[in-house]
């Protein structure tokens, strides 16, 4: 069984997210969707409100299971015999980073593999500390979070 884990603070999850779970579900027989703790960052969303957004917009794909951790991505990968971390990859920063960590991955756990998937054209720039920024200033966000959940994230996001 091909195993993989996505990570992320998903803080709120976008439709770039939800892109690369799915598409992520039909390359791995099983996708571990990984609400991981950033220290460099504030959370606007519990890590529980983060989990069942990311639930109720998976719920049709079964081979994917929500669950988060407070320690290293690479140690939940060798906890759940997972080799291989799937990340997406917007832009030359973020291969720097993933280069980086793939590194540090790498001499932590050997058996790791990185996967980079490229967003769709049209979510390409899609960020969730964009998708704060649009609410705070009173700008649509329909297209840029799932359906079933944008009236929670602009609940929060409006308080």
Known sequence: ???????????????????????ASKLFDEVHVLISNNILKSSTF???????????????LP???VTSSDGLVVNYCKENNINIIVRGMRNYSDYEAEFQ????????????????????????VVTSSAIKELVAFGVDISKYVP?????KILEKLKK
Request: hydrophobic fraction near 35%.
């Open 101 to 124: 960590l793939f590194q540090y991955n790498r001499d932590i756990y050997p058996n790791i593999e990185t996967v980079l998937l490229m967003p769709t054209t049209k979510l390409q």
């Open 147 to 151: 359906k079933q959940i944008e009236a």
């Open 46 to 60: 519990t890590i529980q409100e983060r989990i069942e957004m990311i639930k109720e917009c998976t719920k049709q």
């Open 63 to 65: 081979n994917v299971i």
């Open 1 to 23: 069984m091909k195993k993989c884990v996505y990570p992320g603070s998903f803080d709120p999850i976008s439709n770039g997210h939800l892109d690369l779970i799915k598409r």
